[in-house]
């Protein structure tokens, strides 16, 4: 086995599954239409963000769950 291959994260994979650019996005332009809305590789702590965008548009019970694909976004008007 090379040494490449031994340690996660070596050829173009993030750790945990978690994307840079996914999760920027996420934060910086967050879909608004449609509930419950599913963010692959979107990092955790992006919830912080997204929630608070959220209630700052108006949305009401308002719920981020992480999966191991991502996170779910719940929201109401």
Known sequence: MTEAAAQPGKQGEPRGGYR???????IR?????NFPLMLPHVHPVAAFFILRRL?????????VV????????????
């Open 20 to 26: 840079v650019r996914a999760t920027w996005q996420a």
């Open 29 to 33: 332009r967050l879909p608004l239409e």
């Open 55 to 63: 209630k700052r548009q108006g949305f009401s019970n308002c719920k």
């Open 66 to 77: 992480t999966t191991a694909k991502g996170l779910v976004v719940h929201a109401q008007r």
